[in-house]
């Protein structure tokens, strides 16, 4: 009896909670169906022209509220205008951020060019003045931080099946042109320029060497979504041996900073190459192995044993995005760490390698990890294809996560590559003149090697003609490791290291400037002119 009266009574309970609800229901869909003052000027906002000109005003509030707090907080000497560290900074940075946005909307060019730009003009200008050591040394540090997330991103990217598939053709793409150009480089920097030495003219030769991802992925893919490109996998090979040009790329110029700024006689220099190579190896199987398993994924027990009786998904989300942040942290805060302590020991090369290996290892490890459990699981059905073409096409949350560092990170580092050009410096035109012999002869040398390195492959001549115009743009590498060979002169270097590291960051300037529009407009334009549509 007892039983039957608490059944009765938890009925009457619930039909009591169910009908008032209905009845708040019915209130609210009849007050929404009457025209109102209110509701009007809230469909009005959502068009086109006032949420235009909302997220304008957004934007110039966004910047003036940031400034009043840096003009409250911060000493008045450093937010001085002209003349203080902390407002040139963030005038550069504002700057930076307005001019790439204007230049990507306007032109379709890429925004790094803008953002360079404008730290020219700032600096010509004289509003940029960045005297405060610890605001010199924060700008290094902002450098160092966004050559890392360069680092890791190349890393995370980088597909194990891919490699595992890679045919002859796209190793020949990867590493015959960049070789190519980075020694046809050397080789004229050290006989064009006075007193640079063949360290250096090597570095900037691999400098030099790295193609852009920032201008191939984008507009590659543009045509791949039009169906350009995809008969003969012109798309594929291009984005696929780009990761590992630029891996190329960026492993030798660690390898010759560490030869270069090592103390000691020729024969250790000479050891400083492998040395580097080993250590950074090393940390980054070590490291990227470790993240496989620490922090433990979101699906262990350690999670689930807490919550037994909550199997909502929001709890699911919740711990999918505290795994993701502790994941990123981790890789994000490892591959500075070892950036910047690899150069404290004095094996600057080991850094990037570590950074570039351990992102690849855990990467693939996280991706093995997941399509394993969901292959355990049995309410999830995966087919083989759906894991390649998943795999491929779609970012992890934690590739997603160091795609918005990188958003942040990109106006200081472009604009701030910008302040380094002096126009007092290019008087004569004689470093510009140079620079561009330089550039040209390297060039010439990639696209004759590009040429071979592709032909035989199924391509035609059109196609071939396409790929080594894609082969052209210079631009994130360019602009991430100049200034590092710039900073190791200042702290470790002798002045005619200095005075070698600035003509590298010039031309390095100069190759972005030049190659950059070219290779954009190249390839949106010449793209549908020179490759065959799959969708005709």
Known sequence: MGDENNGADLAAQRQFRVRPQKQCNINITDHSDRPSWWSSLLSWSDDR???????????????????????????????????????????????????????????????????????????????????????????????????????????????????????????????????????????????????????????????????????????????????????????????????????????????????????????????????????????????????????????????????????????????????????????????????????????????????IISSFVAGTGWKWREKKQNCDSPTTITTLEDEDEGSHNEASPVEAVFECIWFGLQPILFASIGTEVKFELLVGGDIIIAGLLVLIAGLIIRLIVTSCAVWGAGFNTKEVIFINIAWLPKATVQAALAPVALDMARMMGTEADKESASRLLTIAVISILVTAPIGAFGIQWLGPRLLSSSCR
């Not at 920097?189 to 991802?213: K, Q, R």
């Not at 190329?248 to 110029?253: E, M």
């Not at 994000?332 to 080991?350: C, D, E, K, N, R």
């Open 49 to 355: 022209w006032p949420a235009t000109v909302a997220d304008a005003i957004a934007v110039v509030l966004s910047v003036a509220v940031a400034w009043c707090l840096l003009l409250v907080n911060v000493a008045p000497a450093l937010m001085a205008v002209p003349g203080g560290s902390v407002a040139s900074i963030f005038m550069l940075y504002v700057a930076g951020l307005a001019a790439g946005h204007a230049v990507d909307v306007i032109g379709g060019l890429p925004p790094l060019l803008g953002m360079m730009v404008a730290g020219i003009a700032l600096q010509n200008f004289g509003l940029y003045t960045v005297t405060a050591n610890w605001c010199v040394h924060l700008v290094a540090i902002m450098r160092e931080a966004a050559l890392s997330i360069i680092l890791i991103k190349g890393g995370l990217e980088l597909n194990a099946t891919q490699l595992r598939r890679l045919s002859g053709a796209v190793t020949r793409l990867a590493l015959l042109p960049c070789i190519a150009e980075a020694v046809a480089a050397a080789v004229a920097a050290h006989y064009i320029l006075p007193d640079f030495s063949w360290e250096w003219g090597l570095m900037l030769g691999f400098v030099l060497s790295a193609v852009s991802p920032a201008v191939l992925v984008p507009n590659l893919l543009r045509l791949k979504r039009m169906g350009y490109g995809e008969k003969n996998g012109v798309n594929t090979l291009v984005i696929a041996a780009s990761s590992l040009d630029d891996i190329v790329s960026i492993s030798a110029f660690g390898v010759l900073l560490g030869i270069v700024f090592s103390t000691g006689n020729l024969t250790s220099k000479i050891v400083q190459g492998p040395e580097d190579v080993c250590i950074g190896t090393a940390l980054g199987l070590v490291w990227g192995f470790l993240l496989m398993f620490v922090p433990p994924a979101p699906w262990a027990n350690v999670y689930n044993s807490t919550r037994k009786d909550k199997l909502e998904d929001n709890d699911d989300k919740q711990v999918d995005r505290s795994v993701t942040a502790m994941r990123a942290f981790l890789l994000g805060a490892g591959g500075i760490l070892a950036v910047t302590g690899s150069q404290w020991y004095g094996y600057p090369g080991a850094g990037p390698l570590a950074c």
